[in-house]
């Protein structure tokens, strides 16, 4: 099973900025469509963004476009998601996940990594 690990979390004021980071150990990223997802206290999940593993195509969420990227580096075998403009509702904890097996299910998710917002 494709093991994931977030990692960039933390407190910072609204308008601030972070970027969160997915690897891997042992399993090459780049073969798979990874997504990051959040999940705010009494909220349902909801996706955030996602890179395909071939054409490296994206996804923003309507409520984060123009402030959040993802991005890959191969060599690093990280997937990044830039957050930029930061608000109070940004809040949650992310995860990433992998679609290990290319059929639109993301099946291997990380432990998580929490963002706060707040001045």
């Known amino acids: 099973q494709v093991q994931l690990v977030e990692s960039g979390g933390g407190l910072v004021q609204p308008g601030g900025s972070l970027r969160l980071s997915c690897t891997s150990s042992?399993?090459?990223?780049?073969?798979?469509?990874i997504g990051w997802f959040r999940q705010a206290p009494g909220k349902e999940r909801e996706g955030v963004s996602c890179i395909g593993a071939s054409d490296g195509s994206t996804y923003i969420a309507d409520s984060v476009k123009g402030r959040f990227t993802i991005s890959r580096d191969n060599a690093k075998n990280t997937v990044y998601l830039q957050m930029n403009s930061l608000k109070p509702d940004d809040t949650a904890v992310y995860y990433c996940a992998a679609d290990v097996n290319r059929d639109n299910i993301w099946d291997s998710w990380g432990q998580g990594t929490q963002v706060t917002v707040s001045s």
């Open positions: 042992g399993f090459a990223l780049d073969y798979y469509a």
